[in-house]
Structures are given as structure tokens and as C-alpha cells.
Nanobody
């Protein structure tokens, strides 16, 4: 069983910073890939960033490169999204995602999602 709980969202001025956290519970596999997605009002959910279990491999959407940083602390079972120089277009609900692909346990594979945390950037 996987449970993901996001926190850290809120209201912030353009140019400011926020740090989102995603606390994960349940069994963890070394192949699990953690990521962040967001959904702005009236738009579809979009990819923001992802990170490997080791934390050595990361990937970002072009819209956030150079401004956002994803990291993880496996000892705390937590993934972070440091958001710097935020813009009004960063506004939306941010969701934590876990992608699991374990060849020997196909029933456990798939995408798991948190409940989301609201981020609002004022201009």
C-alpha cells in the first residue's frame, strides 16, 4: 500500500520561494521514481519534475528549469520541490507522484498520487 501526502503549499508573491514536501508511506523499491505534477485552473495536469531513487538523476519541465529543484531524503521517506523565483503561471495544485515498475511484481506497478497542495502566486 502506498500513501503520498503533500504539504507546503500556500500564497506567495511573484519572485518569492516555496518548498513543497511529499511524505511517502508503504513499501519502497529502489526502482521507484518520484515526481511532481501540477494542474492550473482550466488546464490539464502537467509534468514538473522527477527524481530517481538515488537522487542522482533528475528531470525538469522546460518551464521550471533553473528555478525549481527536486530532491529526496530516503531516510525520511520524503521528496521535496524547492520553488524559487516563482511566477504567476506557477499557480496550481501540485501533486506528488510515485511511478513503480518492478518486473517481478507487476500487480504492484503503476502510478500513485497524493491529494495535492495548492500553490498560488500573486503578481
Amino acid at each position: 500500500q502506498v500513501q503520498l501526502v503533500e504539504s507546503g503549499g500556500g500564497l506567495v508573491q511573484a519572485g518569492g520561494s516555496l518548498r513543497l514536501s511529499c511524505a511517502a508511506s508503504g513499501r519502497t523499491f529502489s526502482t521507484d521514481i518520484m515526481g511532481w505534477f501540477r494542474q492550473a485552473p482550466g488546464k490539464e495536469r502537467e509534468f514538473v519534475a522527477r527524481i530517481s531513487w538515488s537522487g542522482r538523476t533528475t528531470d525538469y519541465a522546460d518551464s521550471v528549469k533553473g528555478r525549481f529543484t527536486i530532491s529526496r531524503d530516503n531516510a525520511k521517506n520524503t521528496v521535496y520541490l524547492q520553488m524559487n523565483s516563482v511566477k504567476p503561471e506557477d499557480t496550481g495544485v501540485y501533486y506528488c507522484n510515485k511511478h513503480r515498475s518492478v518486473p517481478t511484481m507487476p500487480v504492484m506497478n503503476g502510478d500513485y498520487w497524493g491529494q495535492g497542495t495548492q500553490v498560488t502566486v500573486s503578481s
